[in-house]
């Protein structure tokens, strides 16, 4: 089969188009800007000792969730986090803020390595979606919720044959749409067909929902600490375990530790993740006539059907946040700020945007910034505890760890209450997946697989030896 050039390929803007819309932009993350200063309070280091009950490790979603949860199961529990630099300052306040009910990132991966199980993993991760809609209430917090639905578009003749073999699957809340009813939903020329999932996914402002995770934990009793990298965790033969910073201590009965793609205080687990940079556009407002030329008013979330694929948004104020394709691994598992600017993914991303939306030529872009994704091997968060039993951990959510966090704070908490639930039963949560190599084999194996799903897509979808070979070990990837 010969290789073939996609429709991004096909369609390319003019330059011109895209310097200009890239020509104001700023390299900053446009959710944190748009949360109110009084939502994000400077909030003091540990320093001295403390004692508490549970320290969670972490102050993005995962930490949040699980602190509050804690607290909810039991008022007067002590409960601390500790974070290294500012709550929300990573993944969660620079995500796409697409919150979905899948736990194991799609029904197809789900189904290819827990086949079994996804019958209750499907209905503890709808469960999962409901409850955080109804956190809002429950909790008096607002992150911007709505449960929109999310739209795949096919944008090759190819992925036709996927969107059917997925509305084939029986889900009464996905619909497949052909050229004309996809269009008329959202008015882009590369669409082909798609698929409009209607219940399980959701949009939230994502840095709201970090900040405002915070502040419910602290209106129950929860202490943040910020600038607090933890520098050790001691289990004395006492009894018990310590958290140990730079300028304090918090001596307490257990621990979870929610770092996602940072390297885990735990050695066990330093090879259990890469970090993968994802890079977003923020466009200015549109006006009203340009949102008249595109549609888009069901406001759905949209993933396209490619390998390399793209997600968009619109927000509350009329942007269109516009991500992914790129994710890039960089050599020796680093997590560094000099890889967040990376001018030819601008120019990538700003050239998808104007073959997708044409109609949207002279739009400027407001903001462009990136963040590092805590990959796995099975493309789901895995979980497990250490320090006999006095520690739990949950990592590598993959990109989606927007929903899926707080069903982590929940899995952490029932690993540390030493019973079993139906959530701890699970194979999922039991069994964690095979780690990464080390260095030079990662770097390479990384490489090689995003080079063969770039030929895929090149090649009407057909996969290639290698990513053959990695489905047959339950390590093939296709999103």
């Given at each position: 089969m010969?290789?073939?050039t996609t429709v991004?390929e096909?369609?390319?803007?003019?330059?011109?188009?895209?310097?200009?819309?890239?020509?104001d932009?700023?390299?900053?993350?446009f959710?944190?800007e748009?949360?109110?200063r009084?939502?994000r309070p400077?909030?003091?280091?540990?320093?001295?000792?403390?004692?508490?009950?549970?320290?969670?490790?972490?102050?993005?979603y995962?930490g949040?969730?699980?602190?509050l949860?804690a607290?909810?199961?039991?008022?007067?529990?002590?409960?601390?986090v500790?974070?290294?630099?500012r709550?929300?300052?990573a993944?969660?306040g620079?995500?796409?803020?697409?919150?979905e009910?899948?736990l194991?990132?799609?029904?197809?991966?789900?189904e290819?390595?827990?086949?079994?199980?996804?019958?209750?993993?499907?209905?503890?991760g709808r469960a999962n979606l409901?409850?955080?809609?109804?956190?809002?209430?429950?909790?008096?917090?607002?992150?911007?919720f709505?449960?929109?639905?999310?739209?795949?578009?096919?944008?090759?003749?190819?992925?036709l044959?996927?969107l059917?073999?997925?509305?084939?699957?029986?889900?009464?809340?996905?619909?497949?749409?052909?050229a004309d009813?996809?269009?008329?939903?959202?008015?882009?020329?590369t669409y082909?067909?798609?698929?409009w999932?209607?219940?399980?996914?959701?949009?939230?402002?994502?840095?709201?929902?970090?900040a405002?995770?915070a502040?419910?934990?602290e209106?129950?009793?929860?202490?943040?600490?910020?600038?607090?990298?933890?520098?050790?965790?001691?289990?004395?033969?006492?009894?018990?375990?310590?958290v140990?910073t730079?300028?304090?201590?918090?001596?307490?009965?257990?621990v979870?530790l929610a770092?996602?793609?940072?390297?885990?205080?735990?050695?066990?687990?330093?090879l259990?993740?890469?970090?993968?940079?994802?890079?977003?556009?923020?466009?200015e407002?549109?006006?009203?006539?340009?949102?008249?030329?595109?549609?888009?008013?069901?406001?759905?979330?949209?993933?396209?059907?490619?390998n390399q694929?793209?997600?968009?948004r619109p927000?509350?104020d009329g942007?269109?946040?516009?991500?992914?394709?790129?994710?890039?691994?960089?050599?020796?598992?680093?997590?560094?700020?000099r890889y967040?600017?990376?001018p030819?993914?601008?120019q990538t991303?700003?050239?998808?945007?104007f073959?997708?939306f044409?109609?949207?030529?002279?739009?400027r872009?407001?903001?462009?910034?990136?963040?590092a994704?805590?990959?796995?091997t099975?493309?789901a968060?895995?979980f497990?505890?250490?320090r006999?039993g006095r520690?739990?951990?949950?990592?590598?959510?993959t990109g989606?760890?927007v929903?899926?966090t707080r069903?982590a704070?929940?899995v952490?908490?029932d690993?540390l209450?030493?019973?079993?639930?139906?959530?701890t039963?699970?194979?999922?949560?039991r069994?964690r997946?095979?780690?990464?190599?080390?260095?030079?084999?990662?770097?390479?194996g990384?490489?090689?697989t995003?080079?063969?799903?770039?030929?895929?897509d090149?090649?009407?979808?057909?996969?290639n030896a290698?990513?053959?070979?990695?489905?047959?070990?339950?390590?093939?990837f296709?999103?």
């Open positions: 010969s290789a073939h991004f096909r369609r390319r803007p003019a330059a011109s188009v895209i310097d200009h819309s890239l020509a932009s700023r390299h900053a993350v959710w944190t748009d949360v109110p009084e939502l400077d909030r003091p280091p540990l320093r001295g000792a403390h004692r508490a009950d549970l320290v969670v490790v972490g102050g993005g995962t949040l969730w699980t602190a949860l607290v909810t199961r039991d008022p007067g529990r002590r409960v601390v500790v974070e290294a630099n709550v929300g300052w993944a969660s620079r995500n796409g803020g697409f919150c009910a899948s194991t990132h799609g029904p197809e991966n789900g290819a390595r827990w086949p079994d199980e996804m019958p209750t993993l499907d209905r503890l409901d409850a955080i809609e109804a956190a809002e209430s429950d909790y008096g917090i607002d992150v911007q709505e449960r929109t639905g999310q739209l795949a578009p096919a944008v090759e003749e190819h992925q044959a996927w059917e073999e997925w509305a084939a699957g029986g889900d009464s809340g996905v619909v497949l749409l052909d009813a996809a269009r008329r939903e959202v008015d882009s020329p082909l067909g798609a698929v999932e209607k219940d399980t996914t959701a949009l939230v402002h994502p840095a709201r929902l970090a405002e995770l502040r419910a934990c209106e129950r009793g929860v202490v943040i600490a910020e600038r607090s990298r933890v520098q050790a965790i001691e289990t004395p033969a006492s009894g018990g375990v310590a140990v730079a300028d304090g201590r918090v001596d307490a009965d257990q979870a770092t996602g793609v940072f390297p885990s205080p735990l050695r066990r687990n330093r259990m993740t890469v970090p993968v940079y994802d890079y977003v556009l923020m466009t407002p549109l006006t009203s006539d340009q949102w008249a030329a595109i549609g888009w008013q069901g406001r759905q979330g949209i993933g396209d059907m490619a694929f793209h997600y968009y927000t509350r942007r269109i946040l516009f991500g992914g394709y790129d994710a890039v691994y960089h050599y020796g598992r680093r997590v560094d700020p967040e600017d990376r030819a993914s601008w991303l700003a050239s998808h945007f073959t997708t044409p109609q949207l030529e002279g739009l872009f407001s903001h462009r910034w990136a963040g994704i805590d990959t796995s099975q493309f968060a895995f497990g505890t250490a006999r520690v739990a951990y949950a990592a590598g959510f989606l760890g929903g899926s069903f704070g929940d952490m908490l690993l209450s030493g019973e079993e639930t139906e959530r039963a699970l194979e999922m949560v069994k997946p095979l780690p990464f190599p080390p260095e030079p084999i990662a770097a390479i990384v490489e090689a995003r080079w063969s799903l770039d030929r895929a090149h090649r009407r979808g057909r996969r290698l990513l053959r070979t990695l489905d047959a070990l339950g390590l093939g296709d999103s």
